[in-house]
Structures are given as structure tokens and as C-alpha cells.
């Protein structure tokens, strides 16, 4: 069963856009987003930052020459590294955009991500303009019924003219340029749960809180049964189980797709 799933796991698939793949779960190629940045962003031969979580796909089928492919999904990246083969122009980067080289790109492209929550887009929106060079302009998509006349009006704060410039099916395209001067802001979030301390970079699961589903699992198990075993955390988030399973004794490997969930966990796990 494990050996099947490994597999599924590694397995590439070819996409309908020629010389692309995908793995299973990644969902980035047919996304709306996608298909609206794609349709209507006309682009210029300068250097940009895709933070479109699109695995490549928006630098690839754009014909981007010259630019950083942005992402704190491995799986992604991973995807992206096979779809940027050929293309010498094109680096990967595993870092959250407000972790990007500040005012070093002339365009940056994002697809803000409203399903983590308004800690993790606050921060998305000051690492955009952090990225972007004095003259440059950004681009950004996001969902009319995910926030996004808020999101611009915060925008706002960051950038002297903010315009939408194309719309389709409730998915807004923002142009954000003119950058006005921003202190930055603190990105890291600091809470207590289970009477321990615990940080966690914006947008990693449950961040700031005990989940239901946590708390249940720690409720009914027996952690004593843990001690002296190896334990594998899979899906860690910031590292609340694996903490807790370390303390009660055992031999922990913390694992997640998410480079910010394992650098939080990291984090709590050397606190």
C-alpha cells in the first residue's frame, strides 16, 4: 500500500498545455485564476516574480525569459523545476514572498492566498511591495467572494495607483504600482496551546490556535504509548503533535509539503 502510494506520489502527468506536467492534487492549470492572468496580462521583457502558485505553469506558457518562480510547496516546486527545464532564465525559489530579494523585480504577478487566511494575504501584500523595484508594477488576483475589495483597499496603503484591469467569474486582476513608503510589518505569529509557546509563520494550518481535530487526536490517545517508538508526524503544521510526542518520549521525524509549516515546527521544536 505505502509502495503504491510513494509511487502516486512521484508520478508526473502531461497536461493539455504541450511540454507541461502536473502531479495529482496540485489543481494550478485549469485554475480560473490562471486562465484570467493568462488572457489578459499582455507582458514585457523585463524580470518578474512568479508567485502565482502555478507549479511554472504562468512563467512557462507566458514565455518568461528571465525571472523567480516562488512557492513554499516542495510539490510544487518540484513541479516546476521539471517545467522550467531548458529555460536557464528561470530560477526556484522556496521562501514565502515576503522572504523574496527586496526591490529586485520589475513585475510581480501573485495570486493572493485568501484560503490561509488575513494574517498570511496581510503579509503576502507587504512582501509584494517589498519585492518590487521603485518604477515597477505588480499584478494581483483574488476572488470577490474571498475578500479581494478588501484586499485592494489595503493595497492601497502600499501603492500610490490601484486599478483593476480585468474581471471574470468573481476573479478581480489588480494593478498595483507608484509604491508609497511602508514600514514592515511583523509577519510571525506568537500563541500558547496545551500550556506551551509556540511561533508560526502566517497561513500554516491553524496557526495562532488548537484545532478541533488536533485537540481530539490529543484528548483520546494515550501519548505514553509513544515513548521509546519512532514516530512519524505526517501533515506537521507547526508542530504541535510532534512536540508533544517528543516530550512524551519518542523518536520524531516531522514531515509537510509546506516549507513554512516544517520551518515553524523547526523553530518551536529548537525553543
Request: net charge positive; charged share 25%.
Amino acid at each position: 500500500m505505502l509502495v503504491e502510494l510513494l509511487k502516486a506520489y512521484h508520478h508526473f502527468e502531461k497536461t493539455q498545455h504541450k511540454g507541461l506536467i502536473s502531479k495529482a492534487g496540485l489543481g494550478t492549470y485549469n485554475h480560473p485564476a490562471l486562465e484570467l492572468v493568462l488572457t489578459k496580462l499582455i507582458l514585457e521583457p523585463v524580470y518578474y516574480l512568479d508567485a502565482t502558485g502555478t507549479a511554472g505553469a504562468f512563467s512557462c506558457l507566458h514565455g518568461i525569459e528571465k525571472g523567480v518562480i516562488l512557492d513554499t510547496s516542495f510539490t510544487s516546486l518540484k513541479v516546476a523545476r521539471e517545467n522550467s527545464k531548458g529555460k536557464p532564465g528561470l530560477e526556484l525559489l522556496a521562501a514565502p514572498i515576503w522572504s523574496a530579494p527586496k526591490a529586485r523585480f520589475e513585475r510581480v504577478v501573485s495570486r493572493l492566498s485568501t484560503d490561509k487566511g488575513n494574517a498570511r494575504v496581510e503579509a503576502e501584500i507587504m512582501g509584494i511591495h517589498q519585492a518590487l523595484s521603485q518604477e515597477g508594477k505588480a499584478y494581483i488576483v483574488s476572488h470577490k467572494d474571498q475578500g479581494a475589495k478588501r484586499y485592494e483597499k489595503l493595497l492601497t496603503d502600499y501603492f500610490s495607483t490601484v486599478k483593476v484591469v480585468a474581471k471574470d467569474k468573481g476573479w478581480r486582476l489588480v494593478e498595483a504600482s507608484q509604491k508609497k513608503e511602508a514600514k514592515p510589518a511583523k509577519v510571525r505569529q506568537t500563541f500558547e496551546a496545551l500550556g506551551l509557546s509556540f511561533e508560526a509563520e502566517p497561513g500554516v494550518y491553524a496557526a495562532g490556535k488548537l484545532d478541533p481535530g488536533t485537540a481530539f487526536l490529543l484528548e483520546t490517545y494515550d501519548l505514553s504509548d509513544v515513548m521509546g517508538k519512532k514516530v512519524l508526524d505526517l501533515g506537521c503544521g507547526y508542530g504541535l503533535i510532534s512536540l508533544k510526542a517528543a516530550l512524551a518520549g519518542a523518536e520524531l521525524t516531522a514531515l509537510d509539503d509546506d516549507f513554512l509549516a516544517i520551518q515553524s515546527a523547526y523553530q518551536n521544536a529548537k525553543n
